[in-house]
């Protein structure tokens, strides 16, 4: 059964102090405004609405906070680079999660959201270098892929992680559709396998 059925909304958070108590593993998701996150999400849970899909981007101002069935919790990060979005709150949510991203103890791991005709743009690269000193995995998802060729996919998909590569050897990537659905079971792969090394079985071990 996927670690990701039958999640559920559990809070959400405007700041830093509104973040639930450190204690289950987290799991954070990321992406540029547009990227899909939110159906990237979706898809995962197997829910159409868990994660709201809006046409607009720039809509989530929240960090949305999703309980697992483990136990575990998903952390739906605000949309970035929206430019209709007023200059304050850009700020205050660039302050909020380069210091979640930073600082959270209990955060494993960060899906890091990309259109796949787009990759690593500019707050994207900012993004994963928040997040190099702390050591932890980032797992790209290359969104959209079904609207490139098989080619362009794998040229994109190649140079992608060979960019990645550069970063860090846990940083890693992947093609992924929420239409097709393309790539649920390798990202399920991917995260699961953070969540194991913090089970305590693999801490005793």
């Known amino acids: 059964m996927s670690m990701f059925l039958n999640a559920a909304y559990a809070l959400s958070a405007h700041n830093l102090a509104q973040l639930p108590p ?3 593993p987290e799991i954070a998701f990321a992406g540029r405004s547009n990227a899909g996150k939110s159906s990237a999400i979706n898809t995962l849970v197997r829910h159409k609405r868990l994660a709201f899909v809006s046409k607009t981007p720039g809509r989530t101002q929240m960090i949305n906070f999703f309980r697992l069935r483990g136990g575990a919790l998903l952390a739906d990060l605000p949309g970035y680079g929206y430019a209709k979005v007023p200059a304050e709150v850009r700020r205050h949510w660039g302050e909020v999660l380069s210091s979640y991203l930073q600082t959270r103890e209990c955060l494993v791991g960060l899906v890091l959201i990309m259109d796949s005709r787009h990759p690593l743009g500019e707050l994207d690269q900012r993004m994963l270098e928040w997040f190099l000193p702390t050591g932890r995995p980032v797992h790209v998802l290359l969104t959209k892929s079904d609207k490139l060729s098989r080619r362009e996919a794998s040229q994109t998909l190649k140079d992608t992680r060979a960019e990645l590569a550069l970063r860090a050897p846990n940083y890693t990537a992947q093609l992924f559709s929420s239409l ?21 079985r693999a801490e005793g071990e």
């Open 22 to 24: 450190p204690g289950p």
């Open 180 to 200: 097709t659905p393309l790539g649920v079971a390798d990202a399920e792969q991917a995260i699961a396998a953070w969540l194991d090394k913090e089970s305590p």
